[in-house]
């Protein structure tokens, strides 16, 4: 049995000790920083080993800092005030909705990323792994063993409010075969791809306008675009050494990997729309 995949912001996210992503981020943080402070060194009255050394340092320290703040994020979810107050509101809809309705919501959520499914009574199923809810307060480990009992030999996906101390320590037992979609999650997918119950599309209205900047934000902030920077600035860099006016030069590259940094700190990778097709493996 193969297990679900990690797709980031998406359905499914399983949190894993080892990514390599969050290494290669670190290794160009530190990279940019790295020339970024050589730069801002160069008006030091020291040898050039002493200012490399403080660069290479600083940088060390740079990528260290934003690293552990980068896995933090990914490894929690973090709600703004207006955002809150909706997501509460919909666990109390999700909480007493009839159970074809909400079965109705989530295949509406599987159609969004192209994904195949098939309505049950109480469940849905994909090509390997069957989709189980509940919107109780907190589900019970008794509750989520019976999901596993009725997905015997499968892959399981639970979409809830949040899961009870006892659920916790069975996902531990079986991380790649249990996934959990807590309503934090579920309100953030449901958000971005206009899926949330009419009654609460108006109170939605208000951060409508906030949500489009930071999705254009999100469209300039990208990491392809911090490669570009980068290649730019440390080009810019080269020629300082070989032009009468070095200082422009390195001025410029200053900006240009200042900017990169700030991409590859806040911008996100670019995601083929249909990627969730990849998330189960047949």
Do not use: W
């Not at 949190?15 to 730069?39: C, E, H, Y």
């Not at 050039?48 to 320290?61: D, R």
């Not at 006892?166 to 979609?181: A, F, H, R, S």
């Amino acid at each position: 049995m193969q297990p679900l995949k990690a797709v980031y912001k998406d359905i499914i996210v399983i949190v894993k000790k080892f990514s390599l992503p969050v290494f290669t981020d670190a290794f160009l943080i530190s990279a940019i920083s790295f020339f970024i402070f050589v730069i801002l060194l160069t008006p030091l009255n020291v040898s050039a080993l002493i200012k490399f050394l403080i660069a290479f340092l600083i940088s060390l320290g740079v990528s260290f800092l934003i690293i552990t703040v980068k896995v933090k994020k990914q490894n929690a979810l973090f709600l703004k005030t207006e955002d809150d107050r909706i997501y509460k509101k919909l666990m109390h809809t999700l909480e007493i909705m009839p159970d074809n309705e909400a079965i109705d919501l989530l295949i509406k959520v599987f159609n969004k990323f192209n994904t195949p499914i098939t309505k049950g009574k109480k469940s849905l199923k994909g090509n390997n792994f069957i989709c189980f809810f509940n919107f109780d307060y907190s589900t019970s480990r008794q509750t989520l063993a019976s999901f596993l009992k009725k997905a015997y030999k499968k892959n399981i996906i639970i979409f809830c409010n949040k899961l009870s101390d006892e659920c916790n320590e069975l996902t531990t037992i079986y991380p790649k075969k249990i996934c959990v979609i807590n309503g934090k999650r579920l309100f953030l997918i449901l958000k971005e791809k206009d899926l949330l119950p009419e009654e609460l599309m108006k109170e939605n209205q208000g951060i409508k306008l906030k949500q489009k900047i930071l999705n254009a934000l999100n469209k300039l902030l990208t990491k392809k675009r911090a490669r570009n920077l980068t290649l730019l600035g440390l080009s810019l860099l080269a020629f300082s050494y070989f032009t009468f006016y070095p200082r422009y030069y390195r001025i410029y590259s200053l900006i240009l990997l200042i900017f990169a940094l700030i991409c590859l700190i806040f911008g996100k990778k670019e995601q083929n729309s249909d990627s969730f097709k990849d998330i189960i493996d047949d």
